[in-house]
């Protein structure tokens, strides 16, 4: 391999490890809103994902203190929660990994729930489980090399003791490995020029 060659093959390792890191989306970001808002492209810990259907909202708000998805926030005050009975998806311009996250249904208990991820329009993995709102429900995927995430839900019995019904969940504390950033941050710079000076020293070393 000529110099050149190795140069760029070390470059594009240090900058591969670099914009990858474990992302931790707590959702808590949330607007003061009492049906929640949609969460935006882009959202706070993810600038890279995209996201249709699912709702920020304020668990601690009385329009939701009375339903599971009280449940699901494992970090105050907010979750990502599903419009009821509607398809939900997460998107990326690159592959990501799907770690884990917190579930609960919003009224049903015994809902079931179903993911699938895609990698480039392909479904690769599919799990499904089921929830209540009594409790949040730690589920861990794994899964590698995926750009696309669908979530859909149905079934269970509606939980009595809450004025609403339907097919709605929250999620929280959503775990995924992936490019934290378009855009380098200053420190991926910091670390492609610390590899290249090693290579530079290596190769001196060789010659001399």
Do not use: C
């Amino acid at each position: 391999m000529t110099l050149s060659k190795s140069l760029v093959a070390t470059a594009l390792i240090v900058f591969a490890s670099a914009s990858h890191a474990n992302t931790v989306i707590k959702f808590d970001a949330v607007i003061g809103h009492p049906n929640g808002v949609a969460v935006p492209d882009g959202y706070y810990g993810s600038a890279w994902l995209g996201w249709t259907n699912f709702h920020l909202i304020e668990v601690t708000n009385p329009s939701w203190s009375n339903s599971g998805a009280v449940q699901a926030s494992v970090s105050l005050p907010g979750v990502a929660n599903t419009d009821s009975g509607l398809p939900s998806q997460i998107y990326s311009i690159a592959p990501f990994t799907l770690n884990s996250a917190y579930f609960a249904a919003d009224w049903n208990d015994g809902l079931e729930v179903n993911v699938r991820g895609l990698s480039e329009g392909l479904i690769t993995h599919s799990k499904s489980f089921t929830i209540d709102t009594q409790h949040p429900t730690l589920m861990t995927f794994d899964w590698e090399h995926v750009d696309t995430l669908l979530f859909s839900a149905r079934g269970g019995i509606p939980n009595s003791t809450f004025s609403g019904t339907g097919t709605g969940f929250a999620m929280d504390n959503l775990i995924i490995n992936g490019p934290v950033s378009i855009t380098p941050e200053p420190e991926t710079y910091a670390m492609l020029l610390a590899g290249l000076g090693l290579l530079g020293w290596r190769i001196r070393s060789v010659r001399n």
